[in-house]
């Protein structure tokens, strides 16, 4: 799935089968880039609410599905506390216990109003203790290799929701006629300050 096609999508709390608004962003962590949030616009006049990932429970195509469990509404909550209060989570999850959201195949298989079937344990994958970044600032950024050639600018990300992490990338490599490239990801793509960098082999073998 890309994150294109996934930003927009309208998001459902099933504790009350209340829309509370549509994805704005995904959050990721930069050391594994594993998503470990999204982030929900709730309006024009309300901060976006950050989720943690945990408690999302499905990815139809509709919608996404969540449970809070209870916990406290962070709608109002500055946006950088709760991204620290995600990488907080995060890391301490590393010795608890996880689910993965599943990922339904049509967008008929989640009504809006039902409670979605429950979501399946996976091991807890390994985060950093960086306060996580926003897909957004990623997209538009020039990507170069580790030997130095520039490759083009990000177009879009790739993601598994079932891992729970970024697959690939595509890159747009200049020119009004040019087609993006597909370039899986790997633990050496570093994300920087306007630039990504990634393997120089990746080009030989791109998806």
Do not use: C
């Not at 520039?150 to 890159?171: A, C, H, N, P, S």
């Amino acid at each position: 799935m890309k994150f294109s096609e996934l930003k927009g999508r309208a998001v459902v709390n099933l504790e009350d089968a209340r829309k509370i608004g549509t994805i704005d962003d995904l959050m990721v962590d930069a050391e594994s880039h594993h998503i470990v949030g999204i982030k929900v616009r709730t309006g024009i006049f309300h901060e976006p609410q950050i989720i943690p990932v945990a408690d999302v429970k499905n990815v139809g195509g509709d919608a996404v599905t969540i449970s809070t469990g209870g916990m406290t509404n962070i709608t109002n909550m500055p946006e950088s506390t709760a991204q620290q209060q995600i990488a907080a989570s995060q890391s301490s999850s590393i010795e608890g216990s996880a689910t993965s959201p599943i990922v339904s195949p049509a967008a008929s298989e989640i009504p809006l109003a039902s409670p979605a079937p429950p979501a399946s344990p996976i091991s807890p994958v390994p985060v950093g203790s960086q306060v996580p970044i926003e897909i957004t600032s990623l997209l538009g950024n020039k990507v170069v290799t580790d030997a130095g050639t520039m490759v083009g600018d990000l177009r879009d990300v790739m993601i598994d929701w079932v891992d729970l992490t970024i697959t690939g990338y595509e890159v747009h490599m200049g020119g009004p006629f040019t087609k993006a490239q597909e370039f899986v990801d790997t633990p050496a793509v570093r994300y920087g300050n306007k630039l990504i960098t990634l393997p120089a082999e990746l080009l030989n073998h791109p998806n």
